[in-house]
């Protein structure tokens, strides 16, 4: 099942940043923060992970909160590109725990 | 390298027929993950195999099945198809089972 919570949809406009929302309250110490996102019926793409620091790579950012009960995944700057569903995922680090409960995700605008 | 590739990307059967779908991990990923996409129930985990091993199983019938062979290449097969299995069909791969999946583009079956 599901662990977290995200809005059903936001909307941003082009060039500024997007600031996408999650919630884990249940996360436990060995488990992880994903995110990927899914462009129209593709296959879901990995963006990034996190266990407790923030992470930056070249697609974006991850802010986990002090208590780990939320986070923030951040698109500098956005364009049409970035349009899709975002999911974000927690997911235990242990042996055969390698299946992704994906829930609903934030279906995310970029508005020109 | 390359990426995960799914074949075919599209198929149209009948109901009570069968279905093979297979999937080519990226190189060196030795763990392939399964998991169908519909518009009333989301992503949902199929099954994980990894050294030529089912190591994890999500709630789907007995009609679901897959396999993977020596050089890492999975198969999944739907028997007595349905219409309710109509859907897209993903695979996703990872160099090991905690790892980070990658996904293909997946497969898309309609059953009429």
């Known amino acids: 099942d599901a662990k977290t919570t995200q809005p059903t949809s936001m909307d941003c406009a082009e060039g500024r940043a997007a600031n996408l929302p999650c919630n884990h309250s249940?996360?436990?110490?060995?488990?992880?923060v994903y995110w990927y996102r899914q462009i129209h019926s593709q296959g879901p793409q990995y963006i990034i992970h996190?266990?407790?620091n923030n992470e930056t790579n070249e697609m974006a950012s991850l802010i986990i909160t002090e208590d780990r009960k939320s986070s923030t995944l951040i698109l500098p700057h956005a364009t049409l590109r970035d349009t899709a569903v975002y999911y974000c995922?927690?997911?235990?680090?242990?042996?055969?725990?390698?299946?992704?409960?994906f829930g609903t995700g934030t279906r995310l605008t970029v508005i020109p | 390298k390359a990426g995960v590739t799914q074949t075919p990307r599209y198929l149209i059967k009948t109901r009570g027929q069968q279905v093979t779908l297979s999937c080519s991990p990226i190189?060196?990923?030795?763990?392939v993950s399964w998991y169908q996409q519909t518009p009333g129930q989301g992503l949902q985990f199929l099954f994980e195999?990894?050294?030529?091993?089912?190591?994890n199983k999500g709630n789907f019938p007995g009609r679901f099945s897959g396999r993977q062979f020596s050089n890492s290449r999975s198969e999944m097969n739907v028997s007595t198809l349905e219409l309710g299995d109509s859907a897209l069909y993903l695979c996703a791969s990872s160099q090991d089972t905690q790892e980070t999946q990658y996904f293909g583009p997946g497969t898309r079956l309609l059953v009429l």
């Open positions: 995922i927690v997911r235990p680090f242990q042996t055969g725990a390698n299946n992704l409960f």
């Open positions: 996190g266990l407790k």
């Open positions: 249940t996360i436990s110490g060995n488990e992880y």
């Open positions: 190189s060196g990923h030795r763990s």
């Open positions: 195999y990894f050294s030529e091993t089912q190591r």
